[in-house]
């Protein structure tokens, strides 16, 4: 069974960089066809897309964050990454990670980040 | 504002069928058959429970089903159960541009 596991800083500051860790268990990240995907779900509102990277290490992100978002792999420690720049209180959220892009099944626990000085 | 809209709510009594829409373009919903939806129950991870349009992973109940037509997908739901209570969200593919585009969720009531 995978199981994936957010972990990074629950408290970040305004104009600082987030950086988050999704750890993959039950599987290798690289040894199947799949896409890594991180979503987030602020407080009273819906899901929404962040960006994704595919086994090849290949990208894509949400157009209204790309400019801020890097995704990346690391295949030695089964584990992928986010980092999102220029953080405000709009990032406030909880962020999670998951295997697949539109069909993602399955799906860490999330990561509350709250953004505040 | 999602890119995909949903109503914000729906309610149904326990034994009967609701459905809910999720309304997109001619560049999403219309172009693709890569439509999913999720059920989201508060402080819990989302739980896919369908994906392609109409096709259920491996342990979701077959009361649950998926549709397409023109620019609208919908989630069916029959015999309605009390842990059914959850929100719900469709996800589509929406090009290679903008990915993946989520719709704003709806609310679903067993009474």
């Known amino acids: 069974q995978v199981q994936l596991q957010e972990s990074g800083p629950g408290l970040v500051k305004p104009s600082q960089t987030l950086s988050l860790t999704c750890t993959v268990s039950g599987g290798s990240i690289s040894s199947a066809n799949y896409y890594w995907s991180w979503i987030r779900q602020s407080a009273g509102k819906g899901l929404e897309w962040i960006g994704r990277?595919?086994?090849?290490?290949?990208?894509g992100y949400n157009p209204s964050l790309k400019s801020r978002v890097t995704i990346s792999l690391d295949t030695s420690k089964n584990q992928f990454s986010l980092k999102m720049s220029s953080m405000t209180a709009a990032d406030t959220a909880v962020y999670y990670c998951?295997?697949?892009?539109?069909?993602?099944?399955?799906w860490g626990q999330g990561s509350p980040v709250t953004v505040s000085s | 504002q999602s890119a995909l809209t949903q109503p914000a709510s729906v309610s149904g009594s326990p034994g009967q069928s609701i459905t809910i829409s999720c309304t997109g373009t001619?560049?999403?919903?219309?172009?693709?058959?890569?439509v999913s939806w999720y059920q989201h129950h508060p402080g819990k991870a989302p739980k896919l429970m369908i994906y392609e349009g109409s096709k259920r992973p491996s342990g979701v109940s077959s009361r649950f089903s998926g549709s397409k037509s023109g620019n609208t997908a919908s989630l069916t739901i029959s015999g309605l159960q009390a842990e059914d209570e959850a929100d719900y969200y469709c996800?589509?593919?929406?090009?290679?541009?903008?990915?993946?585009?989520f719709g704003g969720g709806t609310k679903l009531t067993v009474l």
């Open positions: 998951a295997r697949g892009s539109i069909a993602c099944d399955f």
């Open positions: 001619s560049s999403d919903i219309g172009s693709y058959d890569l």
């Open positions: 990277v595919y086994t090849d290490g290949s990208t």
């Open positions: 996800c589509a593919y929406a090009g290679a541009n903008t990915f993946v585009v």
